[in-house]
């Protein structure tokens, strides 16, 4: 299982996963090129980074370890890089799991919400970032009932150089609409979301689960956009349910 993290997070995220491997399973969890430990030795291309660029390092990273194929889950940006790492390289994934993200391109909005995010980091680097997304990354019930959990968050994003954060706003403000790539998949996909996520909601689940016949959707009650951390054991236990997920299920943990 190879888990992709979130914008922007590190691959600390995953650690609740990470300590209830199911039995049978591999987990491997990197940080994205630029976040947190990759640190300044992997250096960032003359180029923009793009999520095929994200996606490429993985398949890099799958090779190196002797990995042939993997499930895949991506929440957030990771989905964005789950998505191109199943349009570069498809006869290596065994299942796909998509948690609280989209499957569309930035809106002409939205790509002026990532300028607008660029220039914070540029200006104010991670703890500017921290202090505008927080609010937002996690649900009303974590803000009331798990207050920790947004000290622990602002920590990890916090730990992420401003060069990382910028090359990963430009990749999500360019990348393509996945739509026509998903329903050509043939391997299992589970659609996880946060029924209070307020960045990726339930809506844009349902959209991609609509377009994938076969696919599972999976809606956590009680979480915002960071399901994984707001509802482990949810999120968790559908995680390691996709390679037997039946068609046709929309499930509420």
Request: net charge negative; aromatic share 4%; charged share 20%.
């Amino acid at each position: 299982m190879l888990l992709l993290h979130a914008f922007p997070l590190s691959a600390d995220q995953w650690l609740p996963q990470l300590t209830r491997v199911a039995p049978g399973w591999r987990a491997i969890a990197p940080d994205h090129r630029g976040f947190h430990g990759t640190g300044p030795a992997f250096g960032m291309p003359d180029e923009p980074m793009t999520m095929e660029t994200y996606a490429a390092d993985a398949l890099e990273l799958l090779a190196h370890l002797g990995v042939e194929r993997t499930a895949v889950a991506g929440l957030s940006m990771g989905g964005y890089v789950a998505m191109a790492l199943a349009r570069l390289a498809p006869q290596r994934l065994d299942a796909l799991v998509l948690a609280d993200t989209r499957a569309t391109a930035d809106t002409e909005e939205g790509r002026a919400g990532r300028d607008r995010m660029i220039d914070l980091a540029q200006r104010e680097g991670a703890a500017g970032v921290a202090r505008e997304m927080l609010p937002k990354l996690l649900g009303e019930t974590t803000h009331r009932h798990q207050p920790d959990l947004a000290h622990v968050i602002q920590h990890v994003i916090e730990q992420n150089p401003p060069a990382g954060i910028v090359a990963g706003l430009q990749a999500m403000k360019s990348r393509p609409d996945s739509f026509e790539m998903l329903t050509a998949l043939s391997c299992p996909v589970t659609i996880i979301c946060g029924d209070e996520d307020r960045l990726t909601p339930v809506a844009d689940s349902e959209a991609m689960h609509r377009a994938m016949p076969g696919s599972t959707l999976v809606v956590l009650p009680r979480a915002g956009h960071l399901s994984n951390l707001e509802a482990p054991d949810g999120f968790t236990a559908a995680l390691y349910a996709v390679a037997s997920a039946p068609a046709e299920r929309v499930a509420r943990a």
